[in-house]
């Protein structure tokens, strides 16, 4: 058999392979068509056709105000899962990474707040702190199963010079100090941590008793003050600017 006669029967084949490749495809797309007929499939791409977005729990909410004053929980009066401890001189609460802690608070009337965290890390594998917000026993939205917390960090120190300056290689270049860990306390709001909503997340408390549980998803921490907050209402820049006087 010659080399052309070769070549057209390698080019037959190809041809063969995909054409039956495609009638192939063709038949299961039709099969998987049928499978899913009347299956609404957008349901859980990006949120669409959710019920428990942010902004559903805002629309729901639309008719209330801002919190009335700043509450501070009880934080060494909690239920549940957490050991009381002392640090730099305060009474602090730790919570595991597999606590759930929840405390009760009170508030004077029904009002949107932000949840303000005093915490600070201690050492552990050197990733962020992930807590779930429940209020009264309920997740409120999504977003609020996935908060989290930082930590702090700075070089080493034992990576510069007796002067402070940076340390160099055999060829004269800066050697990048590495990176230890700081155990300070930090004060951070409940927030998106994709950072599509870039102002802390508003949570709705009803006038008289409430609950406020902290799920631990990932990463011990300690509490020293969890604070209700109301929420800073921004100015309306348009009624801003027409107050101003024409020039």
């Given at each position: 058999m010659g080399k052309k006669t070769r070549g057209v029967l390698i080019g037959i084949i190809c041809v063969a392979v995909v054409v039956a490749a495609f009638v192939l495809l063709?038949?299961?797309?039709?099969?998987?068509?049928?499978?899913?007929?009347?299956?609404?499939?957008?349901?859980?791409?990006?949120?669409?056709?959710?019920?428990?977005?942010?902004d559903g729990y805002l629309?729901?909410?639309?008719?209330?105000?801002?919190g009335a004053e700043m509450v501070e929980l009880?934080?060494?009066?909690?239920?549940?899962?957490g050991e009381v401890v002392q640090e730099d001189g305060a009474e602090c609460v730790y919570t595991a990474d597999t606590n759930t802690t929840t405390w009760k608070v009170t508030v004077e009337e029904e009002g949107m707040y932000n949840i303000l965290l005093d915490y600070k890390t201690v050492d552990s594998r050197g990733v962020d702190i992930e807590r779930a917000v429940y209020i009264n026993g309920e997740l409120p939205f999504a977003g609020a199963a996935t908060l989290r917390f930082s930590r702090l960090w700075t070089d080493d120190p034992s990576d510069f010079a007796?002067?402070?300056?940076?340390?160099?290689?055999n060829q004269g270049n800066h050697i990048r100090p590495s990176q230890v860990e700081r155990y300070e306390w930090q004060q951070a709001y409940c927030m998106d941590d994709m950072?599509?909503?870039?102002e802390p997340y508003q949570f709705y408390?009803?006038?008289?008793e409430n609950t406020?549980?902290?799920?631990a998803v990932n990463?011990?921490?300690?509490?020293r003050s969890i604070k209700l907050m109301p929420v800073e209402q921004k100015p309306d820049y348009a009624a801003y600017a027409a107050a101003q006087p024409q020039v």
């Open positions: 063709s038949q299961g797309a039709t099969n998987f068509q049928a499978k899913y007929a009347g299956v609404d499939l957008s349901t859980d791409v990006e949120g669409i056709g959710r019920d428990d977005t942010y629309a729901a909410h639309a008719n209330v105000g801002t009880n934080l060494t009066e909690f239920e549940g899962e007796e002067d402070g300056s940076f340390r160099k290689d950072g599509y909503t870039t408390f009803q006038a008289g406020l549980s902290l799920e990463e011990p921490v300690i509490l």
